[in-house]
């Protein structure tokens, strides 16, 4: 049977990402199936018929974005609910939230959290791992039609995020099983993943251990690298290395790795990343939400100078609460021209690569995704200039990074597939899908016994 073809014809721009990172207006771009066949000038592509044709004008194409670290599952039955200044009673608050979630809540919030994550761009994501009804939570990734990095969460250490401690033996067991039975699922649309918890609650014999499960299955790793000041000194007393070369040590500091935060490392560390061809998702909302001093500790220009695979992220819902692509791309953008008094730091150009092509290969996908190009999966996002935040528009890289954000997303496709249309989801009522996940954050507040008062008075 021959595949369904479509084309977005005659849009404004198209923000190819190719290698020349050519844009090209007045452009028309033709899918055939689930991969894109043809990107050129609408009227070199006038002749070409499609058995749907979606009108690009007034549109700016790009390839849909990349987050690369994004616990899908939890949040969204609880954003918002924490005060700003929790500190270190955040996260074992989060996690007690999580434990006394339902199955079906799980499956509610994650549908809620693709939702949002596709409405505003984002094609593809990274879940590290804390899914816990993996199965059931399948249905929505099918449902959603995203692209999404599947894993299951291990660690062999008490940790004072009291998170389950498994046995090493066990740990590695889950990861093989999870990696075997999920990579390549719906139709290739889910990766899993090897998922070290963070090498602070990993044995050196478990990171090592998921890190080869992921090679021989021709995968790749995550985990947690936010280095606190406790595990500096600890492999500065143990080891007597910094936590890269701890890393690296344990085998685990290769091109088939993707580190999360990466927060807390010297220069020195951050070369050594890039020379072993590691990569990095930077999570910028995440971080200045949890002061974590970024600019200083987030060596986020280094990394790209010695020539580093950078891509970005947001962290869960409520540790960022922003999960807005663009929202971090323009972070990226602005936050190290603040913080080093320097405006050639990290170019609009530079900081959209990292939203989609550089966030690509920060997934080992670049192959596949990240750019619009003729043998690329169609995973594409249409953004409605006839906005005012569009206005005037002559450069469109720079309206992308400085003035637009999701609100502006028309349409996206992922893998051809359209999943929103003139912004709305087509797979999922969406006003009924936020009142289920309300009322499923209400009974799980009083179920776990999480509260916290608002400061001003709510009459
Ligand atoms: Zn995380």
């Given at each position: 049977?021959?595949?369904?073809?479509?084309?977005?014809?005659?849009?404004?721009?198209?923000?190819?990402?190719?290698?020349?990172?050519r844009?090209?207006?007045?452009?028309?771009?033709?899918?055939?199936?689930?991969?894109?066949?043809?990107?050129?000038?609408?009227?070199?592509?006038?002749?070409?018929?499609?058995?749907?044709?979606?009108?690009?004008?007034?549109?700016?194409v790009?390839?849909?974005?990349?987050?690369?670290?994004?616990?899908?599952?939890?949040?969204h039955?609880?954003r918002?609910?924490?005060?700003?200044?929790?500190?270190?009673?955040?996260?074992?608050?989060?996690?007690?939230?999580q434990a006394?979630?339902?199955?079906?809540?799980?499956?509610?919030?994650?549908?809620?959290?693709?939702?949002?994550?596709?409405?505003?761009?984002?094609?593809?994501?990274?879940?590290?791992?804390?899914?816990?009804?993996?199965?059931?939570?399948?249905?929505?990734?099918?449902?959603?039609?995203?692209?999404?990095?599947?894993?299951?969460?291990?660690?062999?250490?008490?940790?004072?995020?009291?998170l389950?401690?498994?046995?090493?033996?066990?740990?590695?067991?889950?990861?093989?099983?999870t990696?075997?039975?999920?990579?390549?699922?719906?139709?290739?649309?889910?990766?899993?993943?090897?998922?070290?918890?963070?090498?602070?609650?990993?044995?050196?014999?478990?990171?090592?251990?998921?890190?080869?499960?992921?090679?021989?299955?021709?995968?790749?790793?995550?985990?947690?690298?936010?280095?606190?000041?406790?595990?500096?000194?600890?492999?500065?007393?143990?080891?007597g290395?910094?936590p890269?070369?701890?890393?690296?040590?344990?085998?685990?500091?290769?091109?088939?790795?993707?580190?999360?935060?990466c927060?807390?490392?010297?220069?020195?560390?951050?070369?050594?990343?890039?020379?072993?061809?590691?990569?990095?998702?930077?999570?910028?909302?995440?971080?200045?939400?949890?002061?974590?001093?970024?600019?200083?500790?987030?060596?986020?220009?280094?990394?790209?100078?010695?020539?580093?695979?950078?891509?970005?992220?947001?962290?869960?819902?409520?540790?960022?609460?922003?999960?807005?692509?663009?929202?971090?791309?323009?972070?990226?953008?602005?936050?190290?021209?603040?913080?080093?008094?320097?405006?050639?730091?990290?170019?609009?150009?530079?900081?959209?690569?990292?939203?989609?092509?550089?966030?690509?290969?920060?997934?080992?996908?670049?192959?596949?995704?990240?750019?619009?190009?003729?043998g690329?999966?169609?995973?594409?996002?249409?953004?409605?200039?006839?906005?005012?935040?569009?206005?005037?528009?002559?450069?469109?890289?720079?309206?992308?990074?400085?003035?637009?954000?999701?609100?502006?997303?028309?349409?996206?496709?992922?893998?051809?597939?359209?999943?929103?249309?003139?912004?709305?989801?087509?797979?999922?009522?969406?006003?009924?899908?936020?009142?289920?996940v309300q009322?499923?954050?209400?009974?799980?507040?009083?179920?776990?016994?999480?509260?916290?008062?608002?400061?001003?008075?709510?009459?």
């Amino acid at each position: 049977m021959a595949q369904q073809t479509l084309k977005i014809d005659n849009a404004r721009f198209v923000v190819t990402m190719d290698p020349q990172r050519r844009i090209i207006a007045d452009g028309s771009i033709v899918v055939s199936g689930n991969r894109i066949t043809q990107v050129g000038k609408a009227a070199e592509l006038a002749s070409v018929s499609a058995d749907t044709v979606i009108d690009g004008s007034g549109m700016v194409v790009t390839p849909g974005f990349i987050n690369g670290h994004m616990h899908i599952s939890y949040a969204h039955a609880v954003r918002g609910l924490f005060p700003d200044d929790l500190g270190s009673e955040y996260l074992p608050n989060v996690f007690r939230l999580q434990a006394a979630m339902t199955p079906e809540d799980e499956y509610a919030t994650s549908l809620l959290a693709i939702t949002e994550l596709l409405k505003y761009g984002t094609t593809t994501f990274i879940d590290p791992g804390t899914t816990t009804h993996l199965d059931l939570c399948m249905d929505a990734y099918r449902q959603a039609g995203c692209r999404i990095i599947v894993g299951w969460n291990v660690l062999d250490r008490p940790n004072p995020l009291n998170l389950p401690v498994s046995d090493t033996a066990d740990a590695i067991r889950a990861t093989e099983e999870t990696v075997s039975r999920y990579h390549g699922a719906l139709d290739g649309l889910v990766s899993a993943w090897a998922m070290p918890f963070s090498s602070e609650f990993c044995s050196a014999e478990l990171l090592s251990a998921t890190h080869a499960i992921a090679q021989s299955a021709g995968t790749r790793a995550t985990l947690h690298f936010n280095s606190g000041p406790r595990w500096i000194q600890h492999c500065r007393q143990e080891h007597g290395c910094t936590p890269t070369e701890y890393l690296d040590r344990c085998g685990v500091l290769t091109p088939g790795m993707t580190l999360a935060h990466c927060l807390g490392i010297q220069d020195d560390e951050a070369r050594l990343i890039a020379e072993r061809g590691a990569a990095v998702v930077m999570c910028p909302t995440a971080a200045i939400k949890g002061g974590a001093r970024m600019t200083q500790h987030g060596l986020l220009p280094e990394l790209l100078n010695y020539g580093a695979t950078v891509g970005l992220g947001t962290d869960a819902g409520n540790n960022s609460n922003l999960l807005e692509a663009l929202r971090s791309v323009y972070l990226a953008a602005v936050l190290y021209k603040d913080g080093r008094g320097d405006v050639g730091i990290i170019p609009a150009e530079t900081a959209l690569e990292l939203g989609t092509i550089g966030g690509a290969a920060a997934l080992g996908m670049d192959d596949i995704i990240g750019s619009v190009e003729p043998g690329k999966a169609a995973d594409l996002v249409l953004f409605d200039t006839r906005r005012s935040e569009w206005a005037a528009l002559h450069n469109p890289v720079n309206s992308l990074v400085y003035n637009a954000d999701g609100r502006s997303v028309h349409t996206v496709l992922v893998n051809g597939r359209v999943v929103v249309q003139d912004h709305r989801p087509l797979f999922v009522d969406e006003p009924e899908l936020v009142a289920e996940v309300q009322k499923r954050g209400d009974a799980l507040v009083q179920r776990a016994a999480v509260k916290f008062d608002s400061r001003w008075p709510v009459i």
